[in-house]
């Protein structure tokens, strides 16, 4: 049998985590693995699914509370286990001991060494209603989807601006406050990037999506 599909044979590579292809996660299973509720589309070998909050009861209250996080599920076994989530594009991130504050929406799988708390984005709650990111910490990886190709911006030059729809994740550590247009009162209240800007600024990188989620950044909707 001939065909054209046959090119998209299952990856060959030995890394845990590794792109398959741009909308599709393949984690090489050896252990356990943290993923969405609902990510995984096919797996080879044994595989069980434990189904939870991410990081435990106190954790799970804080999402409910906030409205921030994610509904993970264990992984555990000897399999290749494939993840996707509606045809979003996978991007893979190496944590070496540091942080990285992304939207609950855009949480793929990650190491399930990795700390993840929900917390308040210093700097930018009281403007915004209160804003709220999952923090994700340690040594290990982070798969996060993304509408489109993103960019990622450096911040440690010059102030950098973002539309709250369109960021993803950034640098744990950076300094964020949210700023006003002029002339824009009013649309103060609605979600409008151009009525109100997330200003990041300090050394590391900002992660923008080429779109606009309906809800806002700190929404799982």
């Keep these: 049998m001939k065909s054209e599909l ?5 990856s060959t590579s030995d890394a845990m985590f590794a792109l398959q292809n741009s909308k599709l ?21 044994q595989a069980d ?18 409205g921030e996080g994610v509904s993970v599920m264990t992984v555990t076994g000897q399999a290749d286990v494939f993840f996707a989530d509606q045809a979003r594009d996978v991007h893979l991130i190496y944590l070496e001991g540091d942080a990285i504050s992304i939207n609950g ?7 399930s060494s990795l700390d993840v708390d929900v917390k308040m984005v210093q700097g930018a709650g009281m403007m915004s209603g209160g804003l ?3 923090i994700i910490q340690g040594t290990g990886w982070v798969a996060i989807t993304t509408h489109g190709t993103p960019v990622v911006l450096e911040t440690s030059s010059q102030p950098t601006f973002v539309d709250p729809n369109a960021a993803i994740c950034w640098s744990a550590n950076l300094q964020v406050n949210m ?13 409008s990037g151009e009525a109100m800007q997330m200003q990041f600024s300090g050394p590391g990188f900002v992660v923008v999506q080429p779109a606009e989620r309906v809800a806002g950044v700190g929404q799982t909707s």
Excluded at 6 to 10: D, G, I, Q, T
Excluded at 179 to 189: A, K, P, T, V
């Design 49 to 66: 699914f434990n189904f939870q909050g991410a990081g435990g009861l106190g954790k799970m209250m804080k999402q409910k509370l906030t």
């Design 25 to 45: 996660l393949r984690v090489k299973l050896n252990g356990s693995v943290t993923a969405r509720q609902g990510a995984m589309v096919a797996y080879q070998g």
């Design 132 to 134: 709220f990111n999952t």
């Design 105 to 111: 929406r855009s949480v793929l799988a990650y190491d």
């Design 6 to 10: 046959f090119a998209h044979a299952e």
């Design 179 to 191: 700023q006003r247009s002029e002339g824009m009162g009013g649309l103060l209240g609605r979600t």
